[in-house]
Structure formats: C-alpha cells, structure tokens
C-alpha cells in the first residue's frame, strides 16, 4: 500500500498532537500531515487527498454529518469523524454519510494508527460480530416453498439471463451489474472488494474457453463471481476480500490454467496474464475504472 497524506481539520491542540503521533506510529503509511484550523482554510487547500480527521468543532455552526456529506462529494478521502459521544451511534451515522467510522475523545493514538495503517481505514484487528446460527430447518422450508411457487418457465428465463451458456460463467451484463453494486457497498460500507483478471492473446475454441473457466470455478467461492467480460479475458468479483487474498487467488488460479497446457486455434501454446485490484480507494472513482485496473482498454467495455 502507498502512503498516504493525512489532514487534520481541528483547532484543539491536544486533537492535533494526538493525531500527529498516530502518524507517527503508522510510519510509512502517511507521507506527510496537514493542519486545517478553520473553514476557511479549505478555500485555498485545494484538493484533499488521502485520509482526513475533522473534529465536529471545524465544521460549526453546520452538523459535521450535513458538512461530510458536501465535503465527500468534492473529494476523494478515507474521513475520520471525532465524537464526543456515544461512538456506536455515532459510527453508525459516520458511515451512513459516506465516512469510515467515529473516534472518541480523547483520541487513542495506537487505534487511529492501526486505521491510518488500513488500506480500507479499518483497525487491523476489527472483526466482525458474530451472527447467530440460521434455523436451517425453517430457512430449507422457506427456500422450498418460494422454488415451488416459481413457474418453470420464469426459472428457465432467470438462468439464461446470469449464465452464458458457452463458459459456464455469469453473463458480462449480470457480471457489469453486480460490479456496479458491490463496488457500491465496498466504498458505502467500507468492505474490501477484490477483482481479479486472467487475459491472454490467441483465439480459443469453445472446449479450451470451458476448460479455464472450470479452473477458475473450482476456486471460487459460492459469493464470487466470474464471467468472460470479452473475448480474451475472464474476470472474478471476490466480495470481502483484500488484496493479499486477491493476490493469492489469482496466482493459484493462474497457475492451474498454465498447468492445463492449452493451445489456442494456431496450435500455440496460450500465455495467459494474471491482475488484481482492489477497493475502497480513494483513487478508484467508479467501477468503470475498477475494472480498468485489471483490463486492457480495449477490453474493459463497463457500460458500453
């Protein structure tokens, strides 16, 4: 991950020193720290980039939510809110707006580290809460009873709308759209979202496209999806995932394609390429250029 500038927009001092010492403990992952005392000083800032810590002070007399909603849409940040409430709520709030979270006074430096550390503004050790155990028998019996009440037909015309018939995969339109949402949920919610990509050169006939596309389905799971998004490329959404693990389901599948030995339609042998990437990132703007990162511009045909 590369460092990232840090704003504060505060004029308490003891806000300032706390997150001043929190860059330093995150070390190589802030590249420089900025301080912002009052409103005014964004005029001539220009654009903000990076993570940004605002006490609710800076923002008076607007409600630092109402002030975070306008200051999300011109730029392009991981925003801290500072809270002198219940944190809880008052995450919860943060995050409906478009922020990463709450932090509470006083200021825990090693805990603004560990986020300012996070490729997602997360602390590292943030789990999630657990959830209860589903009722297996009652959710069977739900499932059952929505399935009977289904016309066959209506089924049929679902599956030929998500599945392409020639790979077996998802279809490039189902695969567009549910890029769309997740990449959606990944920056409202703040979950990691991989994509992965395995591009080659040659033309394939349709029992090689099947035989990497069953590669690739042996390694995902019941949550990802995987389509041919063209001609030469197959593209797998890993939703909660990071970019080491992207990293690593790309490589073990890449190296299971390159095991099956394929030939395209000249007899040669296929060379086929692995990419990943993922969000939130303050870079990243839409899903259209998501999906640049990982496709040839040729290629990547989001919303074409």
Known sequence: MSARPLTILSADQGVIEACQQAAQQAASAVSSVQVLE?????EGAGQIQGLVVVDPRFAAPLSVHEWALSFLREHQVLLFLITTGDVQEAAGLARFVGAQGALPLP??????AAQLSSPFGAPVSQRPQPMEAPDGAALGASISSILT??????????????????????????WEHRLEEEFKRANRFRFPLGLVSFTWDGELDDAALLDLAGVLLLDTRDVDIAAQISEHSLVAMLPHTGPEGSRLFGNRVLEGMRDRKLKDLLGETLEIECRSATVPDSSVPNARAFLAQVLEAEDCQLGA
């Open 107 to 112: 200021l825990d430096v090693s805990e603004l």
């Open 149 to 174: 009440e289904r016309e066959p037909e209506r089924r049929e015309l679902f599956l030929r709308a998500v599945a392409d018939s020639r790979s077996g995969l998802h279809t490039a339109e189902f």
């Open 38 to 42: 009052a409103l005014g000083d964004l």
